[in-house]
T-cell receptor
Framework: DVKVTQSSRYLVKRTGEKVFLECVQD?????MFWYRQDPGLGLRLIYF???????EKGDIPEGYSVSREKKERFSLILESASTNQTSMYLC????????????FGPGTRLTVL | AQTVTQSQPEMSVQEAETVTLSCTYD???????LFWYKQPPSRQMILVIR??????QNATENRFSVNFQKAAKSFSLKISDSQLGDAAMYFC????????????FGTGTRLQVFP
């Protein structure tokens, strides 16, 4: 079974703090994604990566950055957390094939106070 | 740009009954993929069913089937013989066959199943 894990289920940070969210997948997937999930808005793509050290902006990249130094690990970084970044963050991974399924992690619920 | 619309924020169904969740999308592309994902309470999102746009036959996975109407840009999910474990958020998603593997999600439908 594909396994996507995220470093924390719940996280509470203060405004202005630097926040790291880690995601690890164990199936040698090329693609990795970071989404933000908010009620009534669905899932919105923040960043994705299709290979090590490669990244592309999604629909809402402002205030976020990412790092992919190893194939299995994709990190989301909030350089200076703000209250409007309080949300559920979901990581996903997939193979780079024609009808690939994205496999999701359990999510990290981040609260910024 | 492509968009996905789920117009039903909440739906409910009695156990053993059938329910249909709606999804419409907008695209100018002719080749793409459509997905339904399920997110149970406090659990990971999982794929329910997928449909390739070039296939006319509607996809089916056990109790889950879709009604894919390409001309109408409609992709509804039918759940037959509903079970308590079907209670979840359901998301419809679109992926272009060209370019990157990004998914575009709808806003979701929360399905409640009553015994």
């Amino acid at each position: 079974d594909v396994k996507v894990t995220q470093s924390s289920r719940y996280l509470v940070k203060r405004t202005g703090e630097k926040v790291f969210l880690e995601c690890v997948q164990d199936m040698d997937h090329e693609n990795m994604f970071w989404y933000r999930q908010d009620p009534g808005l669905g899932l919105r793509l923040i960043y994705f990566s299709y290979d090590v050290k490669m990244k592309e902006k999604g629909d809402i990249p402002e205030g976020y950055s990412v790092s992919r130094e190893k194939k299995e690990r994709f990190s989301l970084i909030l350089e200076s957390a703000s209250t409007n970044q309080t949300s559920m963050y979901l990581c996903a991974s997939s193979l780079r094939t024609s009808v690939n399924e994205q496999f999701f992690g359990p999510g990290t619920r981040l609260t910024v106070l | 740009a492509q968009t996905v619309t789920q117009s039903q924020p909440e739906m409910s169904v009695q156990e053993a009954e059938t329910v249909t969740l709606s999804c419409t999308y907008d695209t100018s592309e002719s080749d793409y993929y459509l997905f339904w994902y399920k997110q149970p309470p406090s659990r990971q999102m999982i794929l329910v069913i997928r449909q390739e746009a070039y296939k006319q036959q509607n996809a089916t996975e056990n109790r889950f089937s879709v009604n894919f109407q390409k001309a109408a840009k409609s992709f509804s999910l039918k759940i037959s013989d509903s079970q308590l474990g079907d209670a979840a958020m359901y998301f419809c998603a679109y992926r272009s066959a060209l370019g990157t593997d990004k998914l575009i999600f709808g806003t979701g439908t929360r399905l409640q199943v009553f015994p």
